[in-house]
C-alpha cells in the first residue's frame, strides 16, 4: 500500500528553528510537495522536490532524499503566523498526490 | 500562478436540500480537478477526480448519488450535495493541475453546515 508518515504535533518557540520530517511509501514518484494550511482554510503550496538536495526558499527549505523515501521541511526564524499544519504529499506514478495526515505546528513566544 | 476560484465560501442549508459548489480555474485550462473533503483536524480525503467532458471517478465509499460532480468545461467542475443531512456538514475543498510541477492548486475551500 501507499503510506506517508509524518508527526502529528510538534511545537517550536518564536525565532527558533523546525524541522518537520516526512517518510514515504508509493508506487512510483513525480514529486513531493509541501503545502502549508492554517485552521479553516485551504492548503497553499509551499515547496516540490523531484531531484535530491535542499531547496531553499526564504525562510523555507524542503530536502529529499529519494533513496530514503525522506523528506523535510525546515522552518527558521519562526513566527507565529507559522502556526499551522504543513501537508507532506507525493505524486505517484500515476501523477495522483498521495496525502500525509499533517503536522500541527504550534508556536510559543 | 495559477489560480483557482470556489464559491460560495460558506453555506448554511436545511436538512434534506441540495448545496451546488463552483470551482474555476481562472488562468488555465484544468482537464482534471479533484474534490476533497476535510473534517475538523483531519487530513484531506479525496472524493472523487472529475476529468472534463466525462464521468468522475469516486473513491471507494464516496456515493456518486449524493455528491454529483459535473465537469462541463475546462475552467469549471460543480459539486452538488444532494439530499445534504448533518453528517455532510464538513469543509470541501476543490484542486485542480494547471502545472505538474507544482501540484495542485487549491481552491479556498466552502464550509458546509446543514441544519
Known amino acids: 500500500g501507499q503510506n506517508i508518515d509524518q508527526p502529528t504535533e510538534m511545537t517550536a518557540t518564536e525565532g527558533a528553528i523546525v524541522q518537520i520530517n516526512c517518510t514515504y511509501q508509493?508506487?512510483?514518484?513525480?514529486?513531493l510537495f509541501w503545502y502549508q494550511q492554517h485552521a479553516g482554510e485551504a492548503p497553499t503550496f509551499l515547496s516540490y522536490?523531484?531531484l535530491d538536495g535542499l531547496e531553499e526558499k526564504g525562510r523555507f527549505s524542503s530536502f529529499l532524499s529519494r533513496s530514503k523515501g525522506y523528506s523535510y521541511l525546515l522552518l527558521k526564524e519562526l513566527q507565529m503566523k507559522d502556526s499551522a499544519s504543513y501537508l507532506c504529499?507525493?505524486?505517484?506514478?500515476?501523477?495522483?498526490?498521495?496525502w500525509g495526515a499533517g503536522t500541527k505546528l504550534i508556536i510559543k513566544p | 500562478g495559477a489560480v483557482v476560484s470556489q464559491h460560495p465560501s460558506w453555506v448554511i442549508c436545511k436538512s434534506g436540500t441540495s448545496v451546488k459548489i463552483e470551482c474555476r480555474s481562472l488562468d488555465f485550462q484544468a482537464t482534471t480537478m479533484f474534490w476533497y473533503r476535510q473534517f475538523p483536524k483531519q487530513s484531506l480525503m479525496l472524493m472523487a477526480t472529475?476529468?472534463?467532458?466525462?464521468?468522475?471517478?469516486?473513491e471507494q465509499g464516496v456515493e456518486k448519488d449524493k455528491f454529483l460532480i459535473n465537469h462541463a468545461s475546462l475552467t469549471l467542475s460543480t459539486l452538488t450535495v444532494t439530499s445534504a443531512h448533518p453528517e455532510d456538514s464538513s469543509f470541501y475543498i476543490c484542486s485542480a493541475s494547471g502545472n505538474r510541477d507544482y501540484g495542485y492548486t487549491f481552491g479556498s475551500g466552502t464550509r458546509l453546515t446543514v441544519v
Open positions: 522536490n523531484v
Open positions: 508509493t508506487s512510483g514518484f513525480n514529486g
Open positions: 472529475s476529468n472534463e467532458g466525462s464521468k468522475a471517478t469516486y
Open positions: 504529499a507525493v505524486m505517484d506514478s500515476n501523477y495522483q498526490l498521495i
